[in-house]
């Protein structure tokens, strides 16, 4: 109860010292982004792992050629007739790469037409050539400006015969939308759903305005982090994306969860401080799990993900944190506002309205009860459909040659492979320590013959670095199946054989590396945040069979989401309706990533849906009201905050970013399945399936388990209303917290809805009111075991009245209906 306490305090605190609040969060986002900018970033794109092949190549090529201080981009251009030695080709190309030699902050250009050295960059049939060009700075700090100048004037050499086209990173750079396009995308579908669901515009901003906080801080905090340790470059895209996705739903929740205590005739901050008691606690505890399925990456042991991990917890914590303690402060800024307009005329006419949850939900709800089997059985053929593209899920990495075709990068991609074969866009780099020339040569001769190879050449070595590098270009794409086994017959056959200690580095040898590493490690991944779950979930709901369940439903979540995404990117299924480039493998990493946001924000999907339920079943002890009810008064928000995830997730199709893309689009599927299938079919069909064995845990292991209440009762049936608990008198028992439930139905067994059923004390004072469910359920609230008066009314024009006695176990009692009233 003193940690019950604690929140309950702090929202309080929040509430009524709104305007420190506020000044606190404002002045923490100014101050942040005022350091961020002096500052700037310092992202890291390394993406080697410790002790394998490509990283041994890596480190020996950084010790013989240190880095080169720029990012060297491509120009390409192929003429339809003749050669580009002619001379009326070399008019036009020569000016335009002397005159991006003379650009500020282009270091070197090497052209084609530079004598010898240069021949090597026209191709065979002489129709197709490439001048590389060389920024002093690395690609994110080359000035937009400067690379917009390189390629307008590349390309204003083109003329009708005569195509230019540009790739490198720089160039992809000024392709990409402008930054943020895609989360303020995200955040104007966000709106909208939101506006639909709450019907005012203040409610609406609420979510809106945490998730910017959170997400805006976060970023900048990473950027600050990124100066004293390895951040990734896509880290700030992952922790945007699942930073809009977490604060706009753990706000929804608060605020649904406080306009229902409103409108149940609470004041604002009475309802404030329950919403927080009671949702703000199953947000504190669901962030918990989602930072924990994070951390589950730091098992994977690949430095590359530390920064992940960092961008994206400190984007969930700040989320949390927003939602506890600045939203409680704009609700008192707002008021009564958090209402729409006709939600305020409906309760100052009609006064509370029912706790019992009715409509779409309900009738549900109660069909999910009624075809438990058959309902399961639909969801997992559903779900097993979709699971069976990953049987062909294919890791590796994406490259321009996954632009789209009307990309200048990606043509220039193609222009490369027409002219110098499919492996020119990425060769592999043998790299030998200590060998003898003539060893050298004869391992280029046995390369070159190997199957799989187009040619290999060994490249000038710097004097006294005893380093030799031979490059192989492979006969087949970067992305394909052949060159994986390329690099595997290079190491496990050529090179053996040479007797030589050689290493085969390059970027397709590194994913391929990332990729090995990821499967082997991935069970031991998933097997960690699984456990780390079910722990938490058992001592939440003290329960075997529900964590379970829910890792179950992950893992099923998880298949079906990847298969949608290997149908997608792998396959190419709906890639030119959505805006994609073209097919191919699913990045090496991308699975990690997924994988623990995936089952975080199943997690907070399970926590919300069953703490609601393990609430019902604490009180009534009956697992099929308790399912029932839960599934009822969740499952709107539910899909609500689902809708808003995949419009968010969804919108980072737009970022431009092969990765975010496909994080985008496979979180939102995963959203997506889980909360419209899953949790709102599977998981309440299993749970009835299997009846009272939920809440199962052996007597042993709860005497030795802590005891963490996700989200506590409120206090009182009427707290959420605002009305005091009134004891019950007379035969009043020392049992606390009891209730009267059951059925209302017509003489011939049909449930009847809508009617209006009320518990008062012996005095006539009101103790609870609700109405009954479309099924006909009902219950009603009592503060103690003791005598009550349980009244029913109908239509009629007096209520039936009855005396009942409710004993410290909640009392059943069916109500049925005549034609002339109430029977019984």
Known sequence: MKEREIVAALARWCYQHRAVVLLLWVGALLGLGVAGS????????????????????????????????????????????????????????EPALK?????????????????????????????????????????????????????????????????????????????????GMSEMVGLG????????????????????????????????????????????????????????????????????????????GAKPLDAAVTALNTSGRAVLFAGGTVVIALAGMLVMNMRFLDGVVIATSLTVVLSVLAATTLLPALLGVLGMRVLSRKQRRKLAAEGPESQESNGAAARWSAQVQKRPKSIALIAVVVMAALAIPVLSLRLGANDQGNHREDTTTRQAYDLLAEGFGPGFN???????????????????????????????????????????????????????????????????????????????????????????????????????????????????????????????????????????????FQWGWGADLLGLGKEGPITSFLPVIMLSLLFGLSMDYQVFLVSRMHEEWVHTKDNARAVRVGLAETSRVINAAALIMICVFSAFVLSGDMEGAMAGIGLAAAVALDAFILRTALVPAAMHLLGNSNWWLPAGLEKRLPHLAVEPQEDGPDAASGRASVPATGQASAARGSAV???????????????????????????????????????????????????ARSGMSEPWVRHIVIGGDPMVHDVVLTDLGVSR
């Open 38 to 93: 002096a500052a700037g970033t310092s992202y890291k794109g390394v993406f080697s792992l410790p002790n394998t092949d490509s990283t041994h190549a890596y480190d020996l090529m950084a010790k013989a050629f240190p880095e080169r201080s720029g990012d060297t981009d491509t120009v390409v251009w192929r003429v339809s007739e003749g050669s580009v030695r002619d001379g009326s080709v070399r008019e036009r190309m």
């Open 426 to 568: 990425g060769p592999l780099q043998l790299v030998a320590d200590g060998a003898e020339p003539a060893a050298v040569k004869a391992l280029v001769g046995v390369v070159s013959k190997t199957e799989g190879v187009a040619r290999a050449i060994a490249l000038p070595s710097p004097p006294n670095s005893g380093v030799t590098v031979i490059q192989v270009v492979p006969t087949t794409s970067p992305q394909s199946v052949e060159t994986d086994e390329l690099i595997d017959r290079l190491r496990g056959e050529v090179i053996p054989q040479s007797g030589e200690k050689v290493h085969v580095g390059g970027v397709t040898a590194v994913f391929k590396d990332f990729a090995a590493v990821t499967s082997d490690r991935l069970p031991y991944f998933v097997a960690t945040i699984i456990a780390l779950g079910f722990v938490l979930l058992m001592i939440a709901f003290r329960s075997l069979v529900v964590p379970l369940t829910a890792a179950v439903m992950n893992l099923i979540a998880a298949a079906a989401s990847f298969g949608v995404l290997v149908a997608i």
């Open 189 to 264: 579908a966000a709106a909208i759903v939101l506006f639909l669901a709450f019907g005012s515009l203040f409610a609406m901003v609420l979510p809106l305005v945490i998730a910017v906080f959170a997400v805006g801080m976060g970023m900048l905090g990473t950027s600050l982090l990124s100066h004293v340790t390895n951040v990734p470059d896509v880290a700030p895209l992952l922790g945007s994306l699942i930073g809009l996705g977490v604060g706009i739903d753990y706000a929804l929740f608060i605020v649904t969860r406080h306009r229902k205590g409103i409108m149940r």
């Open 99 to 179: 005159e991006i030699a003379g650009m500020k902050g282009v270091g070197e250009v090497a052209s084609p037409y530079a004598g010898a050295a240069g021949a090597t960059q026209i191709s065979e049939d002489g129709r197709i050539a490439y001048a590389q060009v060389t920024f002093t700075e690395q690609a994110n700090g080359v000035e937009k400006e400067l690379v917009e100048d390189v390629v307008d004037t590349a390309q204003g050499a083109e003329r009708d015969g005569l195509q230019v086209e540009l790739g490198g990173q720089a160039i992809t750079l000024i392709q990409e939308p402008p930054a």
């Open 741 to 791: 439930h059951g059925f209302v139905r017509t003489e011939h067994g049909e449930p009847v809805g809508d009617v209006v059923l009320t518990l008062a004390a012996p005095d006539g004072s009101q103790v609870d009111r609700v109405e009954s469910l479309a099924d006909g359920s009902y219950i009603l609230s009592a503060p103690a075991g003791g005598t009550y008066l349980l009244a």
